[in-house]
């Protein structure tokens, strides 16, 4: 393929030739269309230049192998192999490939404040830890890959923070709900991280305003802490952590304490 032709993405090629998204993927991988590979798992296509590869085989719209066959369990490799896909973000849990769109505002909004918050906690207390957001990639094990939205790591747990991952499991996870992802996270991802033993997973919901702190208790998780809407939610595993709800709703910068 010459560089001086017109590029576009996977989604928009596979929306020219009435095609899943996936599909165009699994052609890619397996090398039966011609593309230009920009790094970082980005591909651009001419639709010219596939069609024409296309004429020379017969289109399987079939969903591609890591989706259709049950029995195989997917990868970390295979998660690095995925080509980049713009407003979408991937994870595999027990072995199984999950995508969902980019989150909102609202999301982000709750993430980051919550963020800082944990900053100035755990950087006192822990100077060595470190507290880290999505997209980073968080090798539970090799048939669990996630990206929480917030998570912490223990200056204890320094050894497992990779320069491309953190290979282990975080002290403390926080996954923000959205309403494409609410059931994942307080179900698949629950029981992932309840078996994988991350000691403490906290789901944040800014649609309802709450947040429930979980922690491993005899390898099961409690409800130790929760709250609503403008609450205070003091942590009894945290010594002096105060979660002032309303500050995770609002724009700009939580107040100091």
Not at 16 to 37: G, M, Q
Not at 38 to 59: E, F, P
Not at 233 to 248: M, R, S, T, W, Y
Request: negative net charge.
């Amino acid at each position: 393929m010459t560089a001086d032709k017109e590029l576009i993405t996977a989604q928009a090629l596979a929306d020219a030739l009435h095609l899943s998204v996936e599909t165009i993927w699994r052609y890619t991988r397996e090398n039966k269309i011609p593309f230009i590979d920009l790094g970082n798992r980005q591909y651009r296509y001419n639709a010219g230049d596939v069609i024409k590869a296309l004429s020379k085989t017969t289109i399987n719209e079939s969903p591609a192998p890591y989706q259709a066959d049950p029995a195989r369990k997917l990868t970390y490799q295979d998660y690095l192999d995925l080509p980049e896909e713009p407003g979408y973000r991937y994870e595999i849990l027990d072995g199984m490939l999950i995508k969902e769109p980019s989150p909102s505002v609202m999301h982000q909004r709750a993430s980051r404040n919550l963020q800082r918050i944990f900053e100035d906690y755990f950087w006192q207390i822990d100077p060595e830890g470190e507290i880290f957001n999505a997209p980073l990639d968080v090798t539970l094990n090799d048939i669990n890959v996630v990206q929480p939205d917030v998570f912490y790591v223990s200056g204890e747990q320094a050894l497992i923070v990779k320069d491309a991952r953190v290979d282990g499991s975080p002290t403390l996870v926080v996954e923000v709900l959205s309403p494409s992802s609410a059931r994942k996270d307080r179900l698949q991802k629950m029981r992932v991280y309840q078996a994988l033993k991350v000691p403490h997973y906290w789901l944040v919901n800014p649609q309802e305003r709450t947040l429930e702190c979980f922690a491993l208790q005899d390898e099961v998780y409690a409800l130790v802490a929760s709250g609503m809407d403008e609450e205070i939610v003091e942590h009894p595993d945290f010594a002096g952590l105060n979660i002032p709800l309303g500050a995770l709703w609002r724009k700009g910068t939580p107040s100091p304490k």
